[in-house]
T-cell receptor, first 111, second 111 residues
Framework: DADVTQTPRNRITKTGKRIMLECSQTKGHDRMYWYRQDPGLGLQLIYYSFDVKDINKGEISDGYSVSRQAQAKFSLSLESAIPNQTALYFC??????????FGPGTRLTVL | QKEVEQNSGPLSVPEGAIASLNCTYSDRVSQSFFWYRQYSGKSPELIMSIYSNGDKEDGRFTAQLNKASQYVSLLIRDSQPSDSATYLCAARSGGYQKVTFGTGTKLQVIP
C-alpha cells in the first residue's frame, strides 16, 4: 500500500464550489505539506504543518484553508473555487532531514 | 531571482551517455539539497539527497555539492530511456523545514 495517499485523484468542479482534498499517510512523519504544480512554475507551497497544533501558510495560501485532523491526516479546502486554481495538487510528508515523500496527486479542474 | 534555478531543457543525451543536470541556489544558509525525478503526470520521487560538500554516489546517480559556489549537480551514468523525466532540484533552509524547489530540467534519453 502507498505510504501517502490522496483523494480524490481527479476532480472537476464549477466556479464558486467548495471542495476538499484529503491526504493520509502511514509513514509516521509529523510534518505534512500541500503543494500545487502548474506547468512551467514548479511546485508552490500552499500550507505546511509540523504537527496537529502547528499549521503555517506557504507562499500561495490565499483562497485555501487546511485542517490537520490527526498526525496522519491533512486536508486542503478551496472555499470558493476559481478557474486559476486548476492545477495538480500534491501532499507530501517530510523526514527530519528534509526528504519529502509525495502522494500521487489530485488533478483539479475548475470550470 | 528564483531561490533555486535550473535550466528547463530539454536536455537530450544518447542512451548509454552521462547526463549532467545542474542547479544553483541563492540562499547561502541552505543546508540540505535533494534531487527528485518526476515522470509526466506523476508525483516527484526522491532519488538523491546531499548535505555536505563533495560527491555522493548511489548506483548510476552521483550528486555533487559545492556550497562555496552555491551549486548542486546530478550525474546519471549509462543513461537509459527510462531515465527520461523531469528532474527537480530542491534546497532546504534553516530550521523551518521549508523546502524550495526549482522548476525542473526535462531530460530526454534517445535510444
Amino acid at each position: 500500500d502507498a505510504d501517502v495517499t490522496q483523494t480524490p485523484r481527479n476532480r472537476i468542479t464549477k466556479t464558486g464550489k467548495r471542495i476538499m482534498l484529503e491526504c493520509s499517510q502511514t509513514k509516521g512523519h509529523d510534518r505534512m505539506y500541500w503543494y500545487r504544480q502548474d506547468p512551467g512554475l514548479g511546485l508552490q507551497l500552499i500550507y505546511y504543518s509540523f504537527d496537529v497544533k502547528d499549521i503555517n501558510k506557504g507562499e500561495i495560501s490565499d483562497g485555501y484553508s487546511v485542517s490537520r485532523q490527526a498526525q496522519a491526516k491533512f486536508s486542503l479546502s478551496l472555499e470558493s473555487a476559481i478557474p486559476n486554481q486548476t492545477a495538480l495538487y500534491f501532499c507530501a510528508t517530510t523526514t527530519e532531514s528534509g526528504e519529502q515523500f509525495f502522494g500521487p496527486g489530485t488533478r483539479l479542474t475548475v470550470l | 531571482q528564483k531561490e533555486v534555478e535550473q535550466n528547463s531543457g530539454p536536455l537530450s543525451v544518447p542512451e548509454g551517455a552521462i547526463a549532467s543536470l545542474n542547479c544553483t541556489y541563492s540562499d547561502r544558509v541552505s543546508q540540505s539539497f535533494f534531487w527528485y525525478r518526476q515522470y509526466s503526470g506523476k508525483s516527484p520521487e526522491l532519488i538523491m539527497s546531499i548535505y555536505s560538500n563533495g560527491d555522493k554516489e548511489d548506483g548510476r546517480f552521483t550528486a555533487q555539492l559545492n556550497k562555496a559556489s552555491q551549486y548542486v549537480s546530478l550525474l546519471i551514468r549509462d543513461s537509459q530511456p527510462s531515465d527520461s523525466a523531469t528532474y527537480l532540484c530542491a534546497a532546504r533552509s534553516g530550521g523551518y523545514q521549508k523546502v524550495t524547489f526549482g522548476t525542473g530540467t526535462k531530460l530526454q534519453v534517445i535510444p
